[in-house]
Protein backbone atom coordinates (compact mmCIF):
# COMPACT_ATOMS: atom_id res chain seq x y z
CA UNK A 1 0.00 0.00 0.00
CA UNK A 2 1.09 3.18 -0.96
CA UNK A 3 1.49 6.04 2.00
CA UNK A 4 0.85 9.66 0.74
CA UNK A 5 1.81 12.01 3.34
CA UNK A 6 -0.30 16.07 2.99
CA UNK A 7 0.38 19.31 4.39
CA UNK A 8 -2.71 21.67 4.53
CA UNK A 9 -4.63 17.80 4.81
CA UNK A 10 -7.59 19.55 6.95
CA UNK A 11 -8.05 22.36 4.54
CA UNK A 12 -10.82 22.45 1.95
CA UNK A 13 -8.48 20.55 -0.74
CA UNK A 14 -6.74 18.41 1.65
CA UNK A 15 -9.84 16.77 2.88
CA UNK A 16 -11.53 16.12 -0.01
CA UNK A 17 -8.20 14.72 -1.40
CA UNK A 18 -8.02 12.91 2.28
CA UNK A 19 -11.01 11.37 1.52
CA UNK A 20 -10.65 10.19 -2.71
CA UNK A 21 -7.26 8.82 -1.60
CA UNK A 22 -8.49 6.33 0.88
CA UNK A 23 -11.12 5.43 -1.27
CA UNK A 24 -8.57 4.30 -3.80
CA UNK A 25 -7.01 2.24 -1.03
CA UNK A 26 -4.19 4.63 -0.07
CA UNK A 27 -2.84 5.36 3.45
CA UNK A 28 -2.99 8.53 4.26
CA UNK A 29 -1.54 10.82 6.72
CA UNK A 30 -0.74 14.69 7.51
CA UNK A 31 1.44 17.01 8.75
CA UNK A 32 0.20 19.02 11.50
CA UNK A 33 0.88 21.62 14.04
CA UNK A 34 -1.27 20.03 16.35
CA UNK A 35 -1.56 16.30 15.06
CA UNK A 36 -3.53 14.97 18.75
CA UNK A 37 -6.24 17.31 18.21
CA UNK A 38 -7.02 15.39 14.51
CA UNK A 39 -8.60 12.24 13.72
CA UNK A 40 -6.52 11.63 10.34
CA UNK A 41 -3.32 9.85 11.16
CA UNK A 42 -0.70 12.95 11.88
CA UNK A 43 3.16 13.81 12.49
CA UNK A 44 3.92 17.13 13.55
CA UNK A 45 5.56 20.05 12.29
CA UNK A 46 6.28 23.94 12.38
CA UNK A 47 7.36 25.56 9.88
CA UNK A 48 7.71 28.76 11.77
CA UNK A 49 10.03 27.13 13.83
CA UNK A 50 11.86 24.74 11.29
CA UNK A 51 10.30 21.77 13.03
CA UNK A 52 9.49 18.75 11.36
CA UNK A 53 9.12 14.57 12.85
CA UNK A 54 11.17 13.32 10.36
CA UNK A 55 9.69 10.30 11.15
CA UNK A 56 6.98 11.67 8.30
CA UNK A 57 9.39 11.60 5.25
CA UNK A 58 11.01 8.03 6.02
CA UNK A 59 7.09 6.42 6.28
CA UNK A 60 5.78 8.21 3.16
CA UNK A 61 6.89 7.91 -0.85
CA UNK A 62 4.46 10.77 -1.74
CA UNK A 63 3.74 14.19 -0.56
CA UNK A 64 1.16 16.44 -1.64
CA UNK A 65 2.20 20.07 -0.75
CA UNK A 66 -1.18 21.97 0.12
CA UNK A 67 -0.23 24.26 3.17
CA UNK A 68 -0.28 28.14 3.12
CA UNK A 69 -2.60 30.85 4.44
CA UNK A 70 -5.99 31.53 3.21
CA UNK A 71 -5.69 34.18 0.69
CA UNK A 72 -9.22 35.55 0.51
CA UNK A 73 -9.85 34.90 4.28
CA UNK A 74 -9.64 38.34 4.87
CA UNK A 75 -8.56 42.17 4.12
CA UNK A 76 -4.53 42.12 2.62
CA UNK A 77 -3.04 44.13 5.26
CA UNK A 78 0.85 44.24 5.08
CA UNK A 79 0.54 41.68 7.78
CA UNK A 80 -1.83 39.24 6.29
CA UNK A 81 0.07 39.42 2.78
CA UNK A 82 3.38 38.33 4.85
CA UNK A 83 1.03 35.84 6.16
CA UNK A 84 0.45 34.43 2.63
CA UNK A 85 4.17 34.75 1.41
CA UNK A 86 6.15 32.92 4.53
CA UNK A 87 3.16 30.47 5.14
CA UNK A 88 4.27 29.03 1.34
CA UNK A 89 7.55 29.88 1.34
CA UNK A 90 8.79 28.49 4.81
CA UNK A 91 6.61 25.52 4.86
CA UNK A 92 8.06 24.39 1.42
CA UNK A 93 12.01 25.38 2.16
CA UNK A 94 11.40 22.92 5.41
CA UNK A 95 10.21 19.83 3.52
CA UNK A 96 13.33 20.78 1.22
CA UNK A 97 16.03 21.19 3.65
CA UNK A 98 14.74 17.84 5.69
CA UNK A 99 14.37 15.92 2.79
CA UNK A 100 18.12 17.19 1.79
CA UNK A 101 19.85 16.43 5.25
CA UNK A 102 18.09 13.09 5.97
CA UNK A 103 17.78 9.71 4.72
CA UNK A 104 13.62 9.29 3.60
CA UNK A 105 11.44 7.56 1.37
CA UNK A 106 10.15 9.99 -1.02
CA UNK A 107 9.79 9.84 -4.19
CA UNK A 108 7.21 12.15 -5.34
CA UNK A 109 6.34 15.64 -4.33
CA UNK A 110 3.00 17.69 -6.20
CA UNK A 111 2.38 20.77 -4.66
CA UNK A 112 -0.34 23.51 -4.97
CA UNK A 113 -0.18 27.03 -6.62
CA UNK A 114 -2.49 28.94 -8.31
CA UNK A 115 -3.58 30.44 -11.25
CA UNK A 116 -2.90 33.84 -9.65
CA UNK A 117 0.69 32.92 -11.09
CA UNK A 118 -1.07 34.97 -14.63
CA UNK A 119 -2.06 37.84 -12.96
CA UNK A 120 -5.70 39.05 -13.20
CA UNK A 121 -5.48 39.70 -17.03
CA UNK A 122 -3.46 37.46 -18.78
CA UNK A 123 -4.40 36.49 -22.31
CA UNK A 124 -7.57 34.07 -23.65
CA UNK A 125 -6.69 30.44 -23.34
CA UNK A 126 -4.07 31.12 -21.10
CA UNK A 127 -1.27 28.24 -21.59
CA UNK A 128 1.49 26.65 -18.54
CA UNK A 129 4.00 28.55 -20.55
CA UNK A 130 2.45 32.02 -20.34
CA UNK A 131 4.51 34.51 -18.42
CA UNK A 132 3.45 35.34 -14.81
CA UNK A 133 1.50 38.67 -14.45
CA UNK A 134 2.58 41.65 -12.27
CA UNK A 135 0.17 41.40 -8.98
CA UNK A 136 0.60 40.63 -5.33
CA UNK A 137 -0.33 37.32 -5.80
CA UNK A 138 1.55 36.83 -9.18
CA UNK A 139 4.96 37.22 -7.24
CA UNK A 140 3.66 34.97 -4.37
CA UNK A 141 3.40 32.16 -6.57
CA UNK A 142 6.66 32.67 -8.70
CA UNK A 143 8.19 32.59 -5.09
CA UNK A 144 6.56 29.42 -3.72
CA UNK A 145 7.11 27.47 -7.93
CA UNK A 146 10.58 28.26 -7.20
CA UNK A 147 11.05 26.77 -3.81
CA UNK A 148 9.27 23.72 -4.93
CA UNK A 149 10.87 23.25 -8.03
CA UNK A 150 14.22 23.38 -5.82
CA UNK A 151 13.11 19.63 -4.77
CA UNK A 152 13.56 18.09 -7.75
CA UNK A 153 17.34 18.52 -7.84
CA UNK A 154 16.85 15.89 -4.83
CA UNK A 155 16.09 13.18 -7.33
CA UNK A 156 12.51 13.75 -6.30
CA UNK A 157 10.05 13.90 -9.21
CA UNK A 158 8.04 17.40 -8.91
CA UNK A 159 4.44 18.33 -9.78
CA UNK A 160 2.62 21.72 -9.61
CA UNK A 161 -0.93 22.11 -9.99
CA UNK A 162 -1.83 25.96 -10.64
CA UNK A 163 -5.49 25.77 -8.82
CA UNK A 164 -8.14 27.52 -9.93
CA UNK A 165 -11.54 28.74 -8.19
CA UNK A 166 -12.89 25.74 -6.49
CA UNK A 167 -16.43 24.42 -6.04
CA UNK A 168 -17.37 22.67 -3.48
CA UNK A 169 -20.11 22.74 -1.20
CA UNK A 170 -17.79 22.59 1.70
CA UNK A 171 -16.15 26.50 1.29
CA UNK A 172 -14.99 28.49 -1.34
CA UNK A 173 -17.41 30.25 -3.98
CA UNK A 174 -20.56 28.38 -3.35
CA UNK A 175 -20.28 28.16 0.09
CA UNK A 176 -19.12 31.63 0.29
CA UNK A 177 -22.27 33.00 -2.53
CA UNK A 178 -25.20 30.52 -0.72
CA UNK A 179 -26.00 32.72 2.06
CA UNK A 180 -26.65 35.54 0.04
CA UNK A 181 -28.15 33.26 -2.57
CA UNK A 182 -31.04 32.00 -0.24
CA UNK A 183 -31.64 35.62 0.72
CA UNK A 184 -32.24 36.52 -2.64
CA UNK A 185 -29.79 39.03 -2.58
CA UNK A 186 -27.17 37.27 -5.42
CA UNK A 187 -25.07 39.96 -7.69
CA UNK A 188 -22.35 39.48 -9.93
CA UNK A 189 -19.57 41.32 -9.33
CA UNK A 190 -18.34 44.02 -11.80
CA UNK A 191 -19.95 43.28 -15.15
CA UNK A 192 -19.81 39.93 -14.52
CA UNK A 193 -18.43 39.24 -17.83
CA UNK A 194 -14.89 38.29 -16.47
CA UNK A 195 -14.09 34.78 -17.29
CA UNK A 196 -14.12 32.40 -14.01
CA UNK A 197 -11.44 29.31 -14.43
CA UNK A 198 -13.00 27.02 -11.93
CA UNK A 199 -12.82 23.60 -10.96
CA UNK A 200 -15.20 20.92 -9.19
CA UNK A 201 -13.10 19.86 -5.76
CA UNK A 202 -13.18 16.02 -7.20
CA UNK A 203 -12.18 16.55 -10.35
CA UNK A 204 -9.09 18.72 -8.51
CA UNK A 205 -8.21 16.04 -6.35
CA UNK A 206 -8.10 13.85 -9.05
CA UNK A 207 -5.36 15.81 -10.96
CA UNK A 208 -3.30 15.52 -8.01
CA UNK A 209 -3.83 11.94 -7.71
CA UNK A 210 -3.45 11.10 -11.55
CA UNK A 211 0.27 13.27 -11.06
CA UNK A 212 0.61 11.03 -8.67
CA UNK A 213 -0.12 7.50 -9.96
CA UNK A 214 1.65 8.74 -13.47
CA UNK A 215 5.18 8.40 -13.16
CA UNK A 216 6.01 9.94 -16.43
CA UNK A 217 4.37 13.27 -15.64
CA UNK A 218 6.01 16.15 -13.79
CA UNK A 219 5.95 19.93 -14.26
CA UNK A 220 3.53 22.55 -14.16
CA UNK A 221 -0.69 21.81 -14.87
CA UNK A 222 -3.20 24.22 -14.56
CA UNK A 223 -5.45 22.80 -12.00
CA UNK A 224 -8.87 24.14 -14.20
CA UNK A 225 -12.29 22.90 -15.73
CA UNK A 226 -12.21 22.82 -19.31
CA UNK A 227 -14.45 25.53 -19.88
CA UNK A 228 -14.30 29.06 -18.32
CA UNK A 229 -17.29 30.93 -17.36
CA UNK A 230 -18.37 34.23 -16.88
CA UNK A 231 -18.62 35.32 -12.97
CA UNK A 232 -22.44 36.26 -13.91
CA UNK A 233 -22.91 32.15 -15.72
CA UNK A 234 -21.46 30.80 -12.28
CA UNK A 235 -23.70 33.07 -9.91
CA UNK A 236 -26.58 32.63 -12.40
CA UNK A 237 -26.47 28.72 -11.99
CA UNK A 238 -25.93 28.79 -8.18
CA UNK A 239 -29.32 30.52 -7.91
CA UNK A 240 -31.10 28.41 -10.11
CA UNK A 241 -29.81 25.11 -8.71
CA UNK A 242 -31.12 26.77 -4.93
CA UNK A 243 -34.24 28.16 -6.17
CA UNK A 244 -33.83 31.40 -5.21
CA UNK A 245 -34.41 34.72 -8.18
CA UNK A 246 -31.29 36.47 -9.76
CA UNK A 247 -32.38 39.57 -11.18
CA UNK A 248 -29.74 42.45 -9.16
CA UNK A 249 -27.16 44.48 -11.22
CA UNK A 250 -23.84 43.71 -11.14
CA UNK A 251 -21.84 45.37 -7.74
CA UNK A 252 -19.68 47.58 -9.16
CA UNK A 253 -15.95 47.68 -8.92
CA UNK A 254 -15.56 50.58 -6.08
CA UNK A 255 -18.01 49.21 -3.98
CA UNK A 256 -15.84 45.99 -4.19
CA UNK A 257 -13.19 48.07 -3.34
CA UNK A 258 -14.68 49.74 -0.30
CA UNK A 259 -15.87 46.50 0.59
CA UNK A 260 -12.48 44.06 0.23
CA UNK A 261 -9.75 46.45 0.14
CA UNK A 262 -6.67 45.24 -1.76
CA UNK A 263 -8.32 42.04 -2.84
CA UNK A 264 -10.87 43.85 -5.10
CA UNK A 265 -9.30 43.21 -8.38
CA UNK A 266 -8.93 39.86 -7.75
CA UNK A 267 -12.19 39.49 -7.28
CA UNK A 268 -12.66 40.73 -10.53
CA UNK A 269 -9.64 38.99 -12.82
CA UNK A 270 -10.97 38.17 -16.22
CA UNK A 271 -8.88 34.17 -16.29
CA UNK A 272 -9.35 32.37 -19.18
CA UNK A 273 -7.35 29.39 -18.65
CA UNK A 274 -6.50 26.03 -20.53
CA UNK A 275 -6.80 22.94 -19.13
CA UNK A 276 -5.05 21.21 -22.62
CA UNK A 277 -2.09 20.36 -21.29
CA UNK A 278 -3.33 17.69 -18.26
CA UNK A 279 -6.20 16.61 -20.83
CA UNK A 280 -3.14 16.23 -23.53
CA UNK A 281 -1.68 13.67 -20.76
CA UNK A 282 -4.31 11.47 -20.56
CA UNK A 283 -6.77 13.45 -17.82
CA UNK A 284 -10.53 13.10 -18.34
CA UNK A 285 -12.51 15.45 -16.37
CA UNK A 286 -15.68 14.26 -14.60
CA UNK A 287 -17.37 17.69 -15.02
CA UNK A 288 -16.75 19.43 -17.99
CA UNK A 289 -18.94 22.17 -17.52
CA UNK A 290 -19.80 24.55 -14.78
CA UNK A 291 -23.68 23.53 -15.03
CA UNK A 292 -22.92 20.18 -14.81
CA UNK A 293 -20.65 20.93 -11.66
CA UNK A 294 -22.59 23.04 -9.77
CA UNK A 295 -25.56 20.67 -10.19
CA UNK A 296 -23.64 17.81 -8.57
CA UNK A 297 -22.60 19.96 -5.68
CA UNK A 298 -25.94 21.22 -4.97
CA UNK A 299 -28.45 19.29 -6.08
CA UNK A 300 -27.07 15.79 -6.38
CA UNK A 301 -25.05 16.42 -3.04
CA UNK A 302 -28.94 16.27 -1.28
CA UNK A 303 -29.85 12.80 -2.10
Given at each position: ???I??T?G???????L?????????????????P??N?????F??P???D??L???????????L???G??E??????????????R????Q?L?????EN??G?K???????V?F???????????????G???L??V????????????????????V????I???Q????K??AP?VN??????L?????Q?????I??????F???A????L???FN???PK???N?????L??K?L?????L????EF??????G???P?????Q????????D???????????E???????????
Open positions: MTKLIGSGLLGSNTKNLELLGYEVSWLSRNKKKQKSYWDEKGLDTALKENEIIFHAGAVAKRWTSAHKQEILESIQSTLYKSLKSHITFIAASAGYGNNPPANTLESTKPNTFADCIKWEAESLKIQDLGIRVGIRIGILSTGGFIELILGLAAPGNGNMTPWIHNDLSKIIYLENKNSGIGVGTESKKLTQICNHRPFFPGIPVLRILFEIAMLVANQISSQKIEAGFQFQFKTAEAVYDLIQVSKN
